[in-house]
């Protein structure tokens, strides 16, 4: 049976050091969050972000938009608040309404206060290895939580399921910086299950309930499982049949409780060292 990598434990831990730091800071982190229209399950991640940065110490300000927002409303908000001294972060809440390209305003936030690592800017010097400002919280806690748990990176055979520029490809960078032979596998993979086989850690970023079985995991593989889909009564699911597969590899992160609150961890660990980078210059 499977050992758990428990996300949510690892999680508080992080977070309680990042509060005993903020304490001793004169200066507390601020984050502005940006949240365009009604999607209820952003409206929900945007609320459990506040809370959070709150119980740390820091300053955070939610700014709440129509759908009907205007392309120019978002963009001067966004640029108003790069040059806000009392803003050292700033995340725009994904996915925007129809009429709003994502990237066209990723690309306006300051690279120096993009908290999610979106910009390509950060992509960029995450692909080069040279000093991103900050990482995409999730990969970034996905490789945090491996390490906690000592799996060995190096050498190792890493497959992803999921090419998103949110998740996959930055957590293609972040393993392949670590020394594994990364495999970037999506909807288009034939024989995703025999790819999948060859995975000393598995990782499935698809949101697709259930997609990986037992006839996906070598045995003794590690799997992650990114994934987070609901049923009509909002249940939450990942990607990984956990009964079946939890029963074939040696760890394995349950969802809710695995991923989850590592990227919220991610997400003011980047939020601190943000400011304290902001501080500097
Ligand atoms: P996305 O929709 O942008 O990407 C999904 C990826 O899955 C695509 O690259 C696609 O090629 C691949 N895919 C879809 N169907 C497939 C199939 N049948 N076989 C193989 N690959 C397939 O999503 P995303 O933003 O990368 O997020 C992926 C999942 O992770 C979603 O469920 C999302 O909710 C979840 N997520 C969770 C957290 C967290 O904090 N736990 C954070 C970000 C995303």
Redesign the pocket.
Known sequence: MAQIMDGKAYSKEILTQIKSRVENLENKPSIAVILVGDDPASKIYVKNKEKTARELGFVSKTFYLKENTSVNELKDLILNLNLDEDTDAILLQLPLPKHLVSQDFIELIDPKKDVDGFHPINCGRLLTNSNPYAISC?PKGVVKLLKKYNVEISGSNAVI????N???KPLAQLLLAQNATVTV???K?KN?AQTAREADILIS????KG?VTKNFVKENAVVVD????RDESGKIFGDVDFEEVSKIASLITPVPGG??PM?IAMLMENTLELSLKNAKF
């Not at 399921?161 to 998103?164: A, E, H, L, M, P």
């Not at 970023?205 to 697709?208: E, K, P, V």
């Open positions: 999730t399921i999921g090419r998103s949110m998740v996959g596998a999506h909807s993979t995703l970023a698809t949101g697709i997609l990114v994934g987070i889909s991923i989850g990227t």
